[in-house]
């Protein structure tokens, strides 16, 4: 079974500055798919960023974008130029895309960015 | 554009009641996921479904039942309802398809209170 590890259950960070929440993860697969999901007060789970296992390149949302170093297993995810509406609790996810568990989401403990005026 | 819809929103039940939960995925989406998050933590998965077929299982009491329909819907049937049932219930919907964008759509959620 594949596991999730945020070891960061908390940073903080003023408006304007870079933020960067780390994850790793345990899979012996080579296929599948890493996300960051951010959950805002109101509780609904938003995508922030996908990375394809295949892709060397790191994928880049705007002010978001991922180190994803395959061979280390690790996944990480920086913000940058922080805002007030970036305060919320970011889970790192895998998703497996071998046939007999394809669709699960597996969930680190999540990290709970706090952003300061 | 259509998202994953849950109803009810906000659910308050006694110990030993029954409730059930709906999910609506987003139109075409072919697999429907049941998580479960408790306070402070990560959500859980529960249960999924592709082509109104079961498709995984995860920490699911015996007491909660899910199903698909034809309609593509989906619902969870929690009996016997315990304290510790207290949470919040998401619904996520995707296409199972290699040449999808792999994430899983989330409802809203559905808050369950146990008393």
């Known amino acids: 079974a594949q596991t999730v590890t945020q070891s960061q259950p908390e940073m903080s960070v003023q408006e304007a500055e870079t933020v960067t929440l780390s994850c790793t993860y345990d899979?012996?697969?080579?296929?599948?798919?890493l996300f960051w999901y951010k959950q805002p007060p109101s509780r609904q789970m938003i995508l922030v960023i996908r990375q394809e296992a295949y892709k060397q390149q790191n994928a880049t949302e705007n002010r978001f974008s991922v180190n994803f170093q395959k061979a280390a297993k690790s996944f990480s995810l920086k913000i940058s130029d922080s805002q007030l509406g970036d305060a919320a609790m970011y889970f790192c996810a895998y998703r497996s895309m071998t046939t007999d568990s394809w669709g699960k989401l597996q969930f680190g403990a999540g990290t709970q960015v706090v952003v300061t005026p | 554009a259509a998202g994953v819809i849950q109803s009810p929103r906000h659910l308050i039940k006694e110990k030993r009641e029954t409730a059930t939960l709906k999910c609506y995925p987003i139109p075409r989406h072919d697999t429907v996921y049941w998580y479960q998050q408790g306070p402070g933590q990560d959500p859980q998965f529960l249960i999924s479904f592709y082509e109104k077929m079961q498709s995984d299982k995860g920490s699911i009491p015996d007491r909660f039942s899910a199903q698909q329909f034809s309609d593509y819907h989906s619902e969870l049937n929690m009996s016997s309802l315990e304290l510790g049932d207290s949470a919040l219930y998401f619904c996520a919907s995707s296409q199972a398809s290699k040449f999808a964008t792999g994430e899983l759509f989330f409802g809203e959620g559905s808050r369950l209170t146990v008393l």
């Open positions: 899979t012996s697969e080579s296929d599948y798919y």
